[in-house]
């Protein structure tokens, strides 16, 4: 079945330092997905991308979409420690459900 | 906005208890989903539901079944508790968009532990 691998599993950074976790699939997908879960919550879902080699922009953080649409990185620029949590891509290939990768957590000292 | 909501935050069985955990959605989705996450391991679909009285297996069906009798409401059953069922469960609710998946949305949890 369709296998969503997502690395790194843990980030330390320094409050202001850039972060970035990356999702790979081993499928072409038809969309993918990034959620938000903060310590002690549920995942909230960030922002969805669809077109090949897609860029979307929230504030600080930049979200692409591969050219082969089978790869995703989330990056944040000069992190704050409100962006602390762990991150979860989630693909989907045509069907009801998403595929979720195992999450990046991350952690901001400040 | 979206509310999904779930029966218990905290749940504390015994092992060989029947378990029943309930998700209620206000937003008429079709799709309705339950999740266990365990540290290192993320989110692995239990099963999921795309209408009244429909359900499909997910990666991790065993020990487990669900009841989803009205659009709303989709219930999880651990139909004899066991120690390596303690976990969060998250159940979440999406529309079907057609030819993708949709955006899911999330209820509290329920973290339950079987002693």
């Known amino acids: 079945g369709q296998q969503v691998m997502q690395i790194p599993q843990y980030q330390h950074v320094q409050e202001g330092e850039d972060f970035t976790t990356y999702c790979n699939s081993s499928?072409?997908?038809?969309?993918i997905q990034w959620y938000k879960q903060r310590p002690g919550g549920h995942p909230v879902f960030l922002i969805q991308?669809?077109?090949?080699?897609e860029v979307k922009k929230q504030k600080r953080l930049t979200f692409q979409f591969g050219e082969a649409k089978k790869n995703s990185s989330l990056h944040i620029t000069a992190t704050q420690t409100t962006d602390v949590g762990t991150y979860f891509c989630?693909?989907?290939?045509?069907?009801?459900?998403?595929?979720f990768g195992k999450g990046t957590k991350l952690s901001v000292i400040p | 906005d979206v509310k999904v909501t779930q029966s218990s935050r905290y749940l504390v069985k015994r092992t060989g208890e029947k378990v029943f955990l309930e998700c209620v959605q206000d937003?008429?989705?079709?799709?309705m989903f339950w999740y266990r996450q365990d540290p290192g391991l993320g989110l692995r679909l239990i099963y999921f539901?795309?209408?009244?009285?429909?359900?499909e297996k997910g990666d991790i069906p065993e020990g487990y079944s669900v009841s989803r009798e009205k659009k709303e409401r989709f219930s999880l059953i651990l139909e004899s508790a066991s120690t390596n069922q303690t976990s969060m469960y998250l159940c979440?609710?999406?529309?079907?968009?057609?030819?993708?998946?949709?955006?899911?949305?999330f209820g509290p949890g329920t973290r339950l532990t079987v002693l």
């Open positions: 499928t072409t997908l038809s969309n």
């Open positions: 991308l669809v077109k090949s080699g």
């Open positions: 937003m008429d989705h079709e799709n």
């Open positions: 989630a693909g989907g290939a045509g069907s009801y459900q998403l595929t």
């Open positions: 979440a609710s999406s529309l079907t968009s057609g030819r993708r998946a949709d955006t899911q949305y």
């Open positions: 539901s795309y209408d009244v009285k429909m359900k």
